[in-house]
T-cell receptor
Framework: GENVEQHPSTLSVQEGDSAVIKCTYSDSASNYFPWYKQELGKGPQLIIDIRSNVGEKKDQRIAVTLNKTAKHFSLHITETQPEDSAVYFCAATPSNQFYFGTGTSLTVIP | NAGVTQTPKFQVLKTGQSMTLQCAQDMNHEYMSWYRQDPGMGLRLIHYSVGAGITDQGEVPNGYNVSRSTTEDFPLRLLSAAPSQTSVYFC???????????????FGNGTRLTVT
């Protein structure tokens, strides 16, 4: 099956700085790459996603880039705020199953 | 719409006991799935269903059973609980089983299970 690796596992940034989280995948059949944010005690919520035929997508302070050749994709958060503190998961979907990364715990220091 | 509803929120079991984790969605979603979340291991797929009457195994199915008799409900059964099944369990659903880019996963808020 698909193997998704996510780095770093923890990330601390000062408020206002940028944060970058990186994921790699193994199955070239993967064609959809969502990112989820999980707050304490809650289920993950979709924050942004990208299809395999798109290289970059942006939504306000959040952007995702995809390099199909290298099989990696990244989440970029600019102008970080304390409410961005959470655990972030990437995922890849080669079929009708989601394969998730191991998560990144982001802390934004005021 | 309530979205994806999971019950109970917390459960403590003794080794060998059985129980059912409930999951219901009111969005007429075709696809439903169960994940377990363990520290440092992300979310791992246990079982999934692409429609009523159809289920299939995910990455970590051993020790768990599922059924899908209606579109709305997808219960997860632990047949004989073991300490290794201590985890947080999430149910998730999607409108389409084959076009996630048009219908991403919606998660419930989880069930925290402890097996002693």
């Amino acid at each position: 099956g698909e193997n998704v690796e996510q780095h770093p596992s923890t990330l601390s940034v000062q408020e206002g700085d940028s944060a970058v989280i990186k994921c790699t995948y193994s199955d070239s059949a993967s064609n959809y790459f969502p990112w989820y944010k999980q707050e304490l005690g809650k289920g993950p919520q979709l924050i942004i996603d990208i299809r395999s035929n798109v290289g970059e997508k942006k939504d306000q302070r959040i952007a995702v880039t995809l390099n199909k050749t290298a099989k990696h994709f990244s989440l970029h958060i600019t102008e970080t705020q304390p409410e961005d503190s959470a655990v972030y998961f990437c995922a890849a979907t080669p079929s009708n199953q989601f394969y998730f990364g191991t998560g990144t715990s982001l802390t934004v220091i005021p | 719409n309530a979205g994806v509803t999971q019950t109970p929120k917390f459960q403590v079991l003794k080794t060998g006991q059985s129980m059912t984790l409930q999951c219901a969605q009111d969005m007429n979603h075709e696809y439903m799935s169960w994940y377990r979340q363990d520290p440092g291991m992300g979310l791992r797929l246990i079982h999934y269903s692409v429609g009523a009457g159809i289920t299939d195994q995910g990455e970590v199915p051993n020790g768990y059973n599922v059924s899908r008799s209606t579109t709305e409900d997808f219960p997860l059964r632990l047949l004989s609980a073991a300490p290794s099944q201590t985890s947080v369990y999430f149910c998730a659903s999607s409108y389409s089983a084959f076009r996630f880019d048009n219908s991403p996963l919606h998660f419930g808020n989880g069930t925290r299970l402890t097996v002693t």
